[in-house]
């Protein structure tokens, strides 16, 4: 079982950006589809973006799109957010998640297709 650290929340004003860390333990970090979802208050878990096992294989929401980069090291355990053009809407919890399958990553995912989650990081974007 894969578990899974996130870092890099905090508060930014609308335009600006943050770096999302999620440090994963275990050896078989490489085996794993890796994703990022987030909760705003009151609303449903959504996905933001996916990352296939080498990193090959991107998957974005149409939301983020051309703002926010997923990418993994998997030397290190570990997989990033970086997070650009920041605006008040983004503010969530954002969920580091994993599913142990090595195909590519398309579309979107429902959050019960990843069967491993952080505890989440606050990200606070104000006007």
């Known amino acids: 079982q894969i578990q899974l650290v996130e870092s890099g929340g905090g508060l930014v004003q609308h335009g600006g950006s943050l770096r999302l860390s999620c440090a994963a333990s275990?050896?078989?970090?490489?085996?794993?589809?890796m994703g990022w979802f987030r909760q705003a208050p009151g609303k449903e878990r959504e996905f933001v973006a996916a990352?296939?096992?080498?990193?090959?294989?991107?998957s974005y929401a149409e939301s983020v799109k051309g703002r926010f980069t997923i990418s993994r090291d998997n030397a290190k355990n570990a997989q990033y957010l970086q997070m650009n053009s920041l605006k008040p809407e983004d503010t969530a919890v954002y969920y580091c998640?994993?599913?142990?399958?090595?195909?590519?990553?398309?579309?979107?995912?429902?959050?019960?297709?990843?069967?491993?989650w952080g505890q989440g990081t606050q990200v606070t974007v104000s006007s």
């Open positions: 998640a994993a599913r142990r399958v090595s195909t590519p990553v398309s579309g979107t995912y429902v959050p019960a297709a990843f069967g491993s």
């Open positions: 990352i296939n096992w080498s990193g090959s294989s991107t």
């Open positions: 275990g050896r078989t970090f490489s085996s794993y589809t």
